[in-house]
């Protein structure tokens, strides 16, 4: 393990942070909502750490650098990430105290979407800017997006690629690691502008449509209005978000190709098959239970289809109070928090493909009680899935269930409501947003105690970056020599 | 008319003993002493040993002069080289070749269109599976071969305790019910071949074939008495190339299949490229494998083994436990005769599947196809009726055909149609004769024009 180059790269892309600060900066001078202040503050700091652990550590950059090392500056870039992004919420006074600033910060990046803001429209537009937009910078990766525009990077960049994005069944667009990261941002800021259009047609205010957009995209779920989407109760805005959280929840692999001309890759992708399925066998699902509670069925199906979509693809926007809802709606949106989207998006949770390779293997050992000589493989798309795979999938799934297990015991014994607990920890370790309980779709995170909040911010981690990069750092085999 | 033959394996032999049994002149080459010695033992033709991807080697054989080239060894690379070769020495030369990789496929028209300009490619696993095919379309009969581009289907069926047909004269036929729709062609006793006249009487055990028009095939075997219950569920031991092919074919047919195969590393790719069938590592001979797997539920077991005794084997034993039908696969032509005997219901071979689809090619010209039955004694000759020929205009029943010729179907357009004494033949006609094989330069000689081989 080399210090010297996980610093290096650390100093990299807390110098990019830095620059990206300009935008929140140069919007805070139009408006004059006297943020620019405390964000130039935080810009120079983060620019000067940077700088110093860029020169600091400088060296030829053309080393190998190992599949250890490409972890440690995965987790390491994001813990820095969250700490500089949280500078101007800190001296902007957004608030009072480090702990919530920061849990703002990577509750942001991690593309969570849980909030300790009591009241968002109180906050200067440019500090709500700031906050959409590291939600959107994380939505797609910023090793990703770093590995895209810094030639820097160039080296060891697959290290990198993999500990950010793993997904079990990786698919490079390109020959070249680059070539595909910028194929996957270019897709993404393209997908972007088109909500922003389409949130401009349904009559938002240019700001709020560049913010939506860059919270629905990374499905994130950071609203600039205390009733997130509720407040426009609008059915079109309603409908565009729907729409672009599902494109959101799918491989951006599969609109690559669907951008090459091939119409039918959504459906012809099994897992994209699955994810679609799954959306809407359970958004009939609550549409017919929740019935009872708004005694429309087009009401009904409006909010359940909104409510669903946004908790599966972990985006965590609210149009309507699903406290409210009987029992049953609420427990099923309670395990959809651990489905998630589709492998290779935006998305967190388990993953759908990691599910269906889950009961495949399922389906298969009990095939095997059956015919016992019987031989079979597991396949996705009619591709065999190598048992190295599939074994993953179950020490993920595991590792997922176990963590979240022990996280919510340890939420609970700091005085917290099982249902707060179990649902807080979901929905954190998912990165979706709103949970159940005193973390409900009205209420928000301000309320646990400090402890609490830095359990969450490390389960937002362990969930964003798909539990092997962040928990490997408790492995003492990790940093022997 | 010369033919060189490249292989002298059974496919080659067999087919050099065909057509030298029609007085063609035939040359074989192989580099095996031991096959060429059986092949000029046993029959009238040349045998020259050396490689026939050799240009010397097919010179030597006066690849010049010779109409057909056939490269029928076991490796394909050597069969495209010789045809390679023989394109560049005598560009007239018609060639066919075997090729078994499946790879090859999709670069048939390639080969074809350009050097070497193969003019047919026998694909052996793929007329094997063709094959099995149509025996699973019709399981109670004994052989089913398609005629007229399936439009007219030959079926031999054997004659037991309850057939509607037994005791019957032939000329009591045409009362029967859809009695326009079939033709009894030929009758098979005690292992001799009958083209039956008016008064022969059907007897129990006889091997009957019936011409029969595809359209009214259902009604014609429901009203014989024979099973044509669709096959639904197959076990499949094997899973070797006609193996993997035939459960590619039945999983598109979605038909339940099992397959059940010894190699646990080819049952691992199995269930790779397989989706619906099941794969089973075992062997097919194992009683509690078969007990486990249901054996008794099966419509249909199919040996596709390399090994004929454990085809064998395996497809008794599951005939014994219940399984309804089999169809199992020998190479060995000489255990044909055996075979009917011990109770296997259809053997395939992918070498007697590739014999019958080479000649069928090779009468190229006025005969359009050739289907072989009963040990070779007798021949399905599809032809057209050429403009001079004499036979144009007349009524069947004037016409002097032959004993041991029949015509059984005209194809006349896109209708085929068993005919009756008093059909007219027209010209543009197909007609399709069944023939033994004594009398089939009789029957090219009524035609006028000679059977060619092209």
């Given at each position: 393990?080399?210090?010297?180059?996980?610093l290096?790269f650390?100093g990299?892309?807390?110098?990019f942070l830095?620059l990206t600060?300009?935008i929140?900066?140069?919007?805070?001078?139009i408006?004059?909502d006297?943020?620019?202040?405390?964000?130039l503050l935080s810009?120079?700091?983060t620019?000067i750490s940077?700088?110093?652990?860029?020169?600091?550590f400088r060296f030829?950059n053309?080393?190998y650098?190992?599949?250890?090392?490409?972890?440690?500056?995965?987790a390491l870039?994001?813990?820095?990430?969250g700490f500089?992004?949280?500078?101007?919420f800190?001296?902007?006074?957004a608030?009072?105290?480090?702990?919530?600033s920061f849990f703002e910060s990577v509750?942001?990046?991690?593309t969570?979407?849980?909030?300790?803001?009591?009241?968002?429209?109180g906050?200067?537009p440019?500090?709500?800017?700031?906050?959409?937009?590291i939600?959107?910078l994380?939505?797609?990766g910023?090793?990703v997006?770093?590995?895209a525009?810094l030639p820097?990077?160039g080296?060891?960049?697959?290290?990198m690629y993999?500990?950010?994005?793993?997904?079990?069944?990786?698919?490079?667009l390109k020959?070249?690691?680059?070539?595909?990261?910028m194929i996957?941002?270019?897709?993404y800021?393209?997908i972007?502008i088109?909500e922003?259009l389409?949130?401009l047609?349904?009559?938002?205010?240019?700001?709020?449509?560049m913010?939506?957009a860059?919270t629905?995209?990374?499905?994130?779920g950071f609203?600039t209005k205390?009733l997130?989407?509720a407040?426009y109760?609008s059915v079109?805005?309603e409908?565009?978000i729907t729409?672009?959280?599902i494109?959101?929840?799918?491989?951006?692999?599969l609109?690559?190709?669907?951008?090459?001309g091939?119409?039918?890759?959504?459906?012809k992708?099994s897992?994209c098959?699955f994810f679609?399925?799954?959306?809407?066998?359970?958004?009939?699902?609550?549409?017919i239970n929740?019935?009872p509670?708004?005694?429309?069925?087009?009401k009904?199906?409006?909010?359940?289809s909104f409510?669903v979509v946004s908790?599966v693809?972990?985006?965590g926007?609210?149009?309507?109070?699903?406290e409210?809802w009987?029992g049953?709606?609420?427990?099923?949106l309670?395990l959809c928090?651990f489905?998630?989207?589709?492998a290779?998006?935006?998305?967190g949770?388990m993953?759908?493909?990691?599910?269906m390779?889950y009961?495949?293997?399922?389906y298969?050992?009990l095939i095997?009680l059956i015919?016992p000589?019987?031989?079979r493989q597991i396949?996705?798309n009619?591709q065999p899935?190598?048992?190295d795979?599939?074994?993953s999938?179950l020490g993920?799934?595991?590792?997922?269930?176990?963590l979240?297990?022990?996280?919510?015991v340890?939420l609970?014994?700091m005085?917290?409501?099982?249902?707060?607990?179990f649902?807080?920890?979901a929905?954190?370790?998912g990165n979706?947003g709103p949970g159940?309980?005193t973390v409900?779709?009205?209420e928000n995170y301000a309320?646990?105690?400090a402890m609490?909040k830095w359990l969450?911010?490390?389960?937002?981690?362990?969930?964003?970056?798909?539990?092997?990069?962040?928990i490997i750092?408790l492995?003492?085999e990790?940093?022997?020599? | 008319?010369k033919v060189?033959?490249?292989?002298a394996g059974e496919?080659?032999?067999?087919i050099a003993?065909?057509?030298?049994y029609?007085?063609?002149e035939v040359v074989?080459i192989d580099?095996?002493e031991n096959?060429l010695?059986?092949?000029?033992?046993?029959?009238?033709?040349?045998a020259?040993k050396?490689?026939?991807?050799?240009?010397?080697?097919?010179?030597?054989?006066?690849?010049?002069n010779?109409?057909i080239?056939?490269?029928?060894?076991d490796?394909d690379q050597?069969?495209?080289v010789?045809?390679?070769f023989?394109?560049?020495?005598?560009p007239k030369t018609?060639?066919?070749v075997r090729?078994?990789?499946?790879?090859?496929?999709?670069y048939?028209?390639?080969?074809?269109t350009?050097s070497?300009?193969?003019?047919?490619?026998?694909?052996?696993?793929v007329?094997?599976?063709?094959t099995?095919e149509r025996?699973?379309?019709?399981?109670?009969?004994?052989?089913v071969g398609?005629?007229?581009?399936?439009?007219?289907?030959?079926?031999g069926?054997?004659?037991?305790k309850?057939s509607?047909?037994l005791?019957l004269?032939?000329?009591?036929?045409?009362?029967m019910?859809?009695a326009?729709h079939?033709?009894?062609a030929a009758?098979i006793r005690?292992e001799m071949?009958?083209i039956p006249?008016?008064?022969?009487?059907l007897?129990?055990?006889?091997?009957?074939?019936?011409?029969c028009?595809?359209?009214?095939?259902?009604?014609?075997?429901?009203?014989l008495?024979?099973?044509i219950?669709?096959?639904k569920?197959?076990?499949l031991?094997?899973?070797?190339?006609?193996?993997f092919?035939?459960?590619m074919s039945?999983?598109?047919?979605?038909?339940k299949?099992k397959?059940?195969?010894?190699?646990?590393e080819?049952?691992?790719?199995?269930?790779e490229?397989?989706d619906?069938?099941m794969?089973?590592q075992?062997?097919?001979t194992?009683?509690?494998?078969l007990i486990?797997?249901n054996?008794?539920?099966?419509?249909m077991?199919?040996t596709?083994t390399g090994?004929e005794?454990i085809?064998?084997?395996?497809?008794?034993?599951?005939?014994?436990?219940g399984a309804?039908?089999n169809?199992t696969?020998?190479?060995?032509?000489?255990y044909?005769p055996?075979v009917?005997a011990i109770?296997?219901?259809?053997i395939?071979?992918?070498?007697?599947s590739a014999?019958?689809?080479?000649l069928q090619?090779i009468?190229?010209?006025?005969?359009l196809s050739a289907?072989?039955?009963?040990?070779e004694?007798?021949?399905?000759?599809e032809?057209n009726v050429p403009?001079?020929?004499k036979?144009?205009g007349?009524m069947?029943q004037?016409?002097?055909?032959?004993?041991g010729a029949?015509?059984?179907?005209?194809?006349r357009k896109?209708n085929a149609?068993?005919p009756t004494?008093?059909?007219?033949i027209?010209i543009?006609?197909r007609i399709?004769?069944f023939?033994?094989?004594?009398v089939i330069p009789k029957?090219?000689?009524?035609?006028?024009?000679q059977?060619?081989?092209?």
């Amino acid at each position: 393990m080399r210090w010297r180059y996980i610093l290096f790269f650390v100093g990299i892309l807390s110098i990019f942070l830095g620059l990206t600060m300009i935008i929140p900066f140069i919007y805070s001078i139009i408006c004059h909502d006297n943020s620019a202040r405390p964000i130039l503050l935080s810009a120079s700091i983060t620019e000067i750490s940077g700088l110093l652990l860029f020169f600091g550590f400088r060296f030829k950059n053309n080393d190998y650098i190992s599949p250890r090392e490409g972890i440690a500056i995965v987790a390491l870039g994001w813990i820095a990430t969250g700490f500089f992004s949280a500078l101007p919420f800190y001296f902007g006074n957004a608030f009072n105290t480090f702990t919530d600033s920061f849990f703002e910060s990577v509750s942001g990046i991690t593309t969570t979407g849980a909030s300790v803001m009591t009241n968002i429209e109180g906050v200067t537009p440019s500090l709500l800017l700031w906050r959409s937009f590291i939600q959107w910078l994380g939505g797609m990766g910023i090793i990703v997006l770093s590995l895209a525009i810094l030639p820097l990077l160039g080296v060891g960049g697959m290290q990198m690629y993999k500990a950010e994005v793993p997904s079990p069944i990786p698919d490079k667009l390109k020959p070249r690691i680059r070539d595909t990261a910028m194929i996957l941002w270019k897709v993404y800021a393209g997908i972007t502008i088109a909500e922003i259009l389409f949130l401009l047609i349904g009559g938002m205010s240019i700001y709020d449509a560049m913010n939506h957009a860059f919270t629905t995209m990374p499905t994130g779920g950071f609203s600039t209005k205390n009733l997130s989407v509720a407040h426009y109760d609008s059915v079109y805005i309603e409908t565009v978000i729907t729409i672009f959280m599902i494109l959101a929840g799918i491989n951006f692999s599969l609109h690559y190709q669907m951008l090459l001309g091939k119409p039918l890759a959504f459906w012809k992708d099994s897992e994209c098959r699955f994810f679609l399925c799954f959306l809407l066998i359970v958004t009939l699902i609550i549409t017919i239970n929740i019935f009872p509670v708004y005694d429309s069925i087009g009401k009904a199906f409006r909010y359940a289809s909104f409510q669903v979509v946004s908790i599966v693809t972990t985006t965590g926007y609210g149009s309507a109070d699903y406290e409210l809802w009987p029992g049953m709606s609420q427990m099923i949106l309670l395990l959809c928090m651990f489905i998630g989207a589709s492998a290779g998006s935006t998305g967190g949770g388990m993953k759908c493909l990691r599910v269906m390779i889950y009961f495949k293997y399922c389906y298969k050992e009990l095939i095997s009680l059956i015919h016992p000589r019987a031989v079979r493989q597991i396949k996705v798309n009619s591709q065999p899935v190598s048992s190295d795979v599939v074994s993953s999938v179950l020490g993920f799934l595991g590792l997922f269930v176990g963590l979240f297990a022990i996280s919510s015991v340890l939420l609970a014994s700091m005085g917290v409501d099982i249902v707060t607990s179990f649902s807080a920890v979901a929905s954190a370790i998912g990165n979706i947003g709103p949970g159940l309980g005193t973390v409900g779709p009205t209420e928000n995170y301000a309320g646990l105690p400090a402890m609490g909040k830095w359990l969450l911010v490390w389960c937002m981690l362990l969930g964003r970056l798909e539990i092997y990069t962040i928990i490997i750092l408790l492995i003492p085999e990790f940093w022997r020599k | 008319m010369k033919v060189v033959i490249i292989g002298a394996g059974e496919v080659g032999f067999h087919i050099a003993s065909r057509i030298a049994y029609e007085q063609k002149e035939v040359v074989v080459i192989d580099t095996d002493e031991n096959a060429l010695r059986r092949v000029s033992e046993s029959i009238d033709v040349q045998a020259i040993k050396g490689s026939g991807s050799s240009p010397s080697v097919l010179k030597q054989a006066g690849i010049e002069n010779a109409d057909i080239l056939l490269a029928v060894t076991d490796s394909d690379q050597i069969n495209i080289v010789s045809c390679l070769f023989a394109d560049y020495i005598s560009p007239k030369t018609l060639k066919l070749v075997r090729l078994r990789d499946s790879d090859f496929i999709a670069y048939n028209d390639a080969l074809q269109t350009f050097s070497p300009h193969i003019h047919t490619i026998i694909n052996p696993d793929v007329e094997a599976v063709k094959t099995i095919e149509r025996f699973m379309k019709v399981p109670g009969a004994v052989d089913v071969g398609d005629l007229a581009d399936g439009k007219i289907q030959l079926i031999g069926i054997r004659l037991e305790k309850e057939s509607p047909l037994l005791g019957l004269k032939l000329m009591d036929m045409p009362r029967m019910q859809n009695a326009g729709h079939f033709l009894i062609a030929a009758v098979i006793r005690k292992e001799m071949l009958i083209i039956p006249r008016g008064n022969d009487v059907l007897a129990e055990d006889d091997l009957v074939y019936i011409v029969c028009e595809s359209q009214h095939l259902t009604q014609t075997m429901n009203m014989l008495k024979v099973d044509i219950t669709p096959v639904k569920r197959v076990m499949l031991v094997g899973g070797g190339r006609v193996g993997f092919r035939m459960a590619m074919s039945l999983e598109k047919q979605s038909i339940k299949t099992k397959i059940i195969e010894k190699n646990p590393e080819i049952c691992q790719k199995l269930a790779e490229k397989l989706d619906k069938v099941m794969v089973l590592q075992g062997d097919g001979t194992d009683q509690s494998l078969l007990i486990e797997e249901n054996i008794q539920d099966m419509d249909m077991v199919i040996t596709l083994t390399g090994d004929e005794e454990i085809n064998i084997l395996s497809s008794l034993l599951a005939k014994r436990m219940g399984a309804r039908s089999n169809i199992t696969r020998i190479s060995k032509f000489s255990y044909f005769p055996l075979v009917e005997a011990i109770g296997i219901d259809h053997i395939v071979s992918p070498r007697l599947s590739a014999v019958n689809t080479i000649l069928q090619h090779i009468r190229e010209g006025n005969v359009l196809s050739a289907v072989s039955i009963k040990s070779e004694q007798a021949e399905v000759l599809e032809a057209n009726v050429p403009e001079n020929s004499k036979v144009c205009g007349k009524m069947l029943q004037k016409i002097g055909f032959p004993k041991g010729a029949l015509v059984v179907g005209i194809v006349r357009k896109n209708n085929a149609f068993i005919p009756t004494g008093s059909s007219l033949i027209q010209i543009n006609d197909r007609i399709i004769v069944f023939a033994t094989r004594e009398v089939i330069p009789k029957i090219e000689k009524l035609l006028t024009v000679q059977l060619k081989y092209h």
